[in-house]
């Protein structure tokens, strides 16, 4: 069983609107968590970690944790055509020495349309 | 964020020989890196993870009889794929972590194997 899952597999949204993205762990042991997003050719690129239960906001990207359903989702207000990727959420049952060894999810690809 | 440089950023073998690849963290000191491998299917693989002061731990399925590993400081990392066959095509990704909190990838070495 995937440990890590991602909802929806693709997702298209008009440029200026929002994008969310869902993620989901079913392994209690994962209490941290990442997402990355990913152009073509290009290797994942950190966007924000979030440890703690509610919302964490960097510029137009907010994440929300809910560690009791271990739920983490990702929601982009006014999405840019630069913004379509592939996005992937990560988790890990520790930090510290051991930061490096991530779980992925399948991944999210995002569309924004002009 | 922090930059990771990979090189080469492409790469083509032939089946049963060999090719190494490098990374390099650039302005700073990686305490942790890890080599993945991200399939055609755009799943991830963790095959080992270095960590300061700690032997390089292989994930099941990976040995360093088939990829060994050189760790000679915090910057620098390498790793060799020996006697690769068509099951080890993909995207290979070196992520390297200062803050303990995030791991930051490079663009990665695509490997084609004919």
């Known amino acids: 069983q995937q440990k890590v899952q991602q909802s929806p597999e693709s997702l298209s949204v008009p440029e200026g609107g929002m994008a969310s993205l869902n993620c989901t762990s079913s392994?209690?042991?994962?209490?941290y968590f990442w997402w990355y997003r990913q152009h073509s050719g290009e290797g994942p690129k950190a966007l924000m970690s979030i440890f703690s239960d509610g919302d964490k906001k960097e510029g137009r990207f907010t994440a929300h944790l809910n560690k009791a359903s271990l739920h983490v989702s990702l929601h982009i207000r006014d999405s840019q055509p630069s913004d379509s990727a592939l996005y992937f959420c990560?988790?890990?049952?520790?930090?510290?020495?051991?930061?490096?060894?991530?779980?992925f999810g399948h991944g999210t690809i995002l569309r924004v349309h002009p | 964020g922090a930059l990771v440089y990979q090189y080469p950023r492409r790469t083509i073998c032939k089946s049963g020989t060999s090719m190494r690849m490098e990374c390099q963290a650039v302005?700073?000191?990686?305490?942790?890196v890890a080599w993945y491998r991200q399939s055609p299917q755009k799943t991830f693989e963790l095959i080992a993870l270095?960590?300061?002061?700690?032997?390089?731990?292989?994930e099941q399925n990976f040995t360093q009889e088939k990829f060994p590993i050189s760790h000679p400081n915090l910057s620098f990392s390498s790793m060799t794929v020996l006697n690769a066959y068509l099951e080890d095509r993909g995207l290979y990704l070196c992520g390297a972590t200062y803050s303990a909190e995030t791991l930051y990838f490079g663009s990665g070495t695509r490997l084609t194997v004919l």
């Open positions: 270095s960590t300061v002061n700690s032997a390089i731990k292989y």
């Open positions: 392994d209690r042991n994962f209490q």
């Open positions: 990560a988790a890990s049952e520790m930090t510290g020495a051991n930061t490096g060894k991530l779980t």
């Open positions: 302005g700073f000191q990686a305490t942790s």
